[in-house]
């Protein structure tokens, strides 16, 4: 069986993507294994854990694999494979792409009514890999996700103050995005979803011995952002770190 349609993406449509480079597919997927894998993330109940901090609130999360149902490990597999690794490279310009096989903040992502996830700079540094992390790859299973219920992923501006974009997660969307220090993203609102609808998808991240363009040092957790009408009510040294280097990031990147 064919799991997915490898379709041709071009660099350029991908790297000049705004604010940073980018790409959704709509119907990446086939149809059918996408469904079985919804319901199978639907069903699921061997959930390691529930996100409960400032950064992030009633996401449920596994990356532990053989927990998995066998939909959710076959596209696993399939966007681990050699010829997937290969069809990345094609569009992102990467030289070198290579899997997490310990899905590290990865795999199974599903947030409850009320849940949110804080604007963001993703961890760049794979300590167990020793790898900069280069590329996250989400794909949405959300069948009739009603634009009401928010939950979009959010890509923002450099400087944060300005959300450029927004994708609504509905089923058979698939959002691939080249991370740094400053490719600030996250769905920040509380969803209003009903309360036996969930937000779910599958989180898959890729590396490389490559630095990212944008690079200040060795990071290994999550670097939070603050909108204006968020209060974290903590420290959080990368932020204040970040702010610092404002100035500089304006007039370099």
């Known amino acids: 069986m064919e799991y997915l349609e490898y379709k041709t993406i ?50 449920r999360y596994s990356n532990n694999y053989k927990d998995f149902p066998p939909n959710i490990k076959k596209l696993i597999d399939e966007a681990y494979s050699i010829k997937f690794l290969n069809w990345l490279k094609s569009f992102t310009g990467e030289e070198i792409i290579l899997p997490d096989p310990e899905l590290v903040g990865g795999g199974i992502h599903s947030t409850v009514k009320g849940g949110f996830l804080k604007i963001h700079a993703d961890f760049n540094w794979n300590k167990r890999l020793k790898l900069y992390r280069k590329l996250n790859l989400l794909v949405y299973l959300n069948k009739k996700w009603d634009d009401k219920w928010g939950g979009h992923l959010e890509l923002w501006s450099k400087d944060v103050k300005t959300c450029e974009k927004k994708i609504i997660p509905i089923f058979n969307k698939t959002v691939i995005f080249s991370t740094n220090d400053i490719s600030f993203h996250g769905h920040p609102d509380p969803v209003n979803c009903p309360e036996n609808v969930f937000r779910n998808s599958i989180a898959l991240y890729y590396y490389s011995p490559i630095k990212p363009k944008v690079y200040f040092g060795v990071r290994d957790d999550t670097d939070y952002i603050e909108r204006k009408i968020d209060d974290f009510k903590q420290p959080n040294i990368y932020s204040k770190i970040y702010r610092k280097l404002k100035f500089f990031i304006n007039q370099k990147f």
Do not use: M
């Open 10 to 59: 071009h660099q350029d449509e991908y790297l000049n993507n705004f604010p940073f480079s980018h790409i959704e597919i709509n119907d990446l997927w086939e149809n059918s294994f996408l469904e079985k894998c919804s319901n199978e993330v639907n069903n699921f109940q061997k959930w390691q854990g529930e996100k409960k901090f400032y950064g992030s609130q009633k996401k």
